[in-house]
Structures are given as C-alpha cells and as structure tokens.
C-alpha cells in the first residue's frame, strides 16, 4: 500500500512565522505535488516536483517555496505565514508514466491555521 | 489548458436512493479522469479512473462512472446509497503526456445522506 504522510495534522502558527510542512511518500514516486484546499474552491495546486531538486509552480504559487532534497521528501515553506494563508494543505504523489497518467496518492492533510 | 466543473456543490440523497454526480471537463485530446472522495477530516482516496477502452468503469465502494466524450462528462453513479457514503467527492482531468501527472479538480460536490 502506498503511504503519503504530512509531519502535522493540525498546526497553528502566528502571522509572520515561518512554516515548513513536510511530506513523506514510501513508493519511490518520481511525482510530488503540494495542494490547498478551500471550501467551494476544491483543490489548487501550489507548485510540483517531477524529480530531486526539480520544482515547478503550479496555479497559486505566491507566498509559497518548496524543496526536495530527497525522491521521497517534499516541504512546503511559507516563508512568512499571512492569515489568507489559513487552509487544508494536502501532499500527493504518483508515478512518473511516459505518455500516461498515474492517479495521486494523497496523505491526510494538514488544517493551518494563521492568527 | 484543462478545466473541470463540478456543477452541484451540495447533494442531498435519502439512504437507499440511487446518486448521480455530475462532472464536466474541458480538454483538446482524450483526458485521463479520476474521482476522488474525501471523508470528513480525511486525505483523498481514489474511486475509480478512466484512461481508454471501455467507456463505463466500475470503481471500489459500488460506484461506476460513465465517461461520455459528446457530452464532455464523467458522471458518477451509485444505485443505492448508503450513509457511509456521506462525503465531498472531486472529478478530476490529467492531460497526460509530459504533464508530470498533473491533474485539474473540480469544486468538489458534498453529498449528504438521510436515513
């Protein structure tokens, strides 16, 4: 079975804070992806990494870096923490299939909340 | 670039009724399709997914989607609902190729089920 895991459930940090939320993929997925989820609005997708090293902005990248130091790691930084930043975040990934489509395997989320 | 509308943010469905949860996408070439469903306090977890082939797929739970390319939908259906079911689901397009797995959501649809 595929294991996503994200470092905290529940996080409450204060405005200006450095945030770092971690996520842990078991299957050797080339794939990483970072989203937030807001009532009404599904699921945006912050930014993405195909490789070690390799990062690229998604929809809604502003206020956001990652890195990924390892095939299985992927942080999501939010280098100073603003209450619009108050979300579900949730970590995904999948195999890497040239000239396919593999599905995303979730972890369960982390609720943020910004003071 | 690919879009998905999910166009009922919340369904009510008395226990026992039959469900039918609409999904539209817009894309140029044939899309890989996926529905998700998240539980209360929950990551995502894969339904069912369409690539090519046969255009009804079966999924885990009872569900089936139907993917209709005239119509640019993949519904999602259930013939008798159970209260476990109660939960947001998402449809979600991937454009494969060198995408890097990347995939739209909808704005989810939340069902609620009555006894």
């Known amino acids: 079975d595929v294991k996503v895991t994200q470092s905290s459930r529940y996080l409450v940090k204060r405005t200006g804070e450095k945030v770092f939320l971690e996520c842990v993929q078991d299957?050797?997925?080339?794939?990483m992806f970072w989203y937030r989820q807001d009532p009404g609005l599904g699921l945006r997708l912050i930014y993405f990494?195909?490789?070690?090293?390799?990062?690229e902005k998604g929809d809604i990248p502003e206020g956001y870096s990652v890195s990924r130091e390892k095939k299985e790691r992927f942080s999501l930084i939010l280098e100073s923490a603003s209450t619009n930043q108050t979300s579900m975040y949730l970590c995904a990934s999948s195999l890497d299939l040239a000239g396919g489509q593999h599905e995303q395997y979730f972890g369960p989320g982390t609720r943020l909340t910004v003071t | 670039a690919q879009s998905v509308t999910q166009p009922d943010i919340h369904i009510t469905v008395s226990e026992g009724a039959s469900l039918e949860l609409r999904c539209n996408y817009s894309?140029?070439?044939?899309?890989?399709l996926f529905w998700y469903v998240q539980s209360p306090g929950q990551g995502l977890q894969l339904l069912l997914k369409y690539f090519s082939g046969d255009t009804l797929v079966q999924g885990i739970k009872g569900f089936e989607a139907e993917f209709k390319r005239s119509q640019s939908s993949f519904n999602l259906r259930k013939p008798s609902v159970h209260w476990s079911d109660a939960a947001e689901y998402f449809c979600a397009v991937g454009a494969g190729g060198t995408s890097y797995g990347k995939l739209t959501f909808g704005q989810g649809t939340i069902l609620t089920v009555h006894p």
């Open positions: 990494s195909y490789d070690v090293k390799m990062k």
């Open positions: 894309y140029g070439a044939t899309p890989y």
């Open positions: 299957m050797d997925h080339e794939n």
